[in-house]
């Protein structure tokens, strides 16, 4: 991709630019390209103004250098993580359920409502820091796994039934995909559901108090890591049950917490 310029530079006192250069922009004339276009496409400011008179090419570069660089800025959790506002459709539960047209919610709003997650190594997950040092930071002590699909869950039937059923738990439910995927679905501050895919390497934190449930996909698999601060405790309560205090105290710090946009991003690819 090739653009050549004129630059140009105003003399001070005057408004003439009695300065002129040619810079010629593609790969084989600029030293360090990619690392070139980096800087080109990072917002900034200068002192002067920026005067360019393009003698060939386009604005073609700028796109090479914005496509260069998306894959470098782009959350690695986006591959292993996707949710979005769910229809109301009361079709198979391990159907994505997206509306139309779709909502797709961001990171940042899944955090807003308390909802934490990683990528992680999930090929080296006995091995892997990352995963050691999120252990020893929150205090998840207990660690075992669980598969759930048709052949491997006993009562697998009814287990898949109770795990739709919306609910709470007093702790913090976490879980980590090592293989397979599956639907984590959550209560929005408007009571609207918002579907969390979790694939093999998604690490996902629901906090105490938070309504949800989970199914699996239409694939029917899942093997995740459960952990635990403490000795593990499994109980679900199903709704209603927000007399209790982790409920009161979810709703205090995230349902009502103030100065919080609206949870969509229907921007998202």
Known sequence: MRMTQIRTRSDKTEDIYSYMDMLDLFPEKVENYDEKLKRFYTEHIHGDEEIRYCLKGSDRWFEQARDRMGSESKDPREEVIQAWYMDDSDADQRLPHHRDPQEFVSFEKLDELGVL???????????????????????????????????????????????????????????????????????????????????????????????????????????????FVGDPVWTPFNRPHDHLPARQEYVDNFVNKAGCGPAVDATAA
């Open 117 to 227: 997650s990683w990528r992680l190594d999930a090929d080296n997950y006995e091995t892997d820091p990352e995963l050691k040092k999120i252990r020893e930071d929150r205090g998840y002590s207990y660690m075992d796994f669980c598969e759930v699909c048709p052949e491997k869950l006993p009562n697998y039937e009814e287990k898949i039934k109770n795990f739709y059923e919306e609910h709470l738990h007093t702790d913090e439910e976490i879980r980590y995909c090592v293989a397979g995927s599956g639907y984590f679905d959550v209560r929005d501050r408007d009571e609207a559901w918002i579907r969390v895919w979790v694939k093999k390497g998604a690490m996902i934190v629901l906090p105490a108090g938070i309504y949800h449930r989970f199914t699996l996909d239409s694939d029917n698999y899942i093997k995740a890591m459960r952990l």
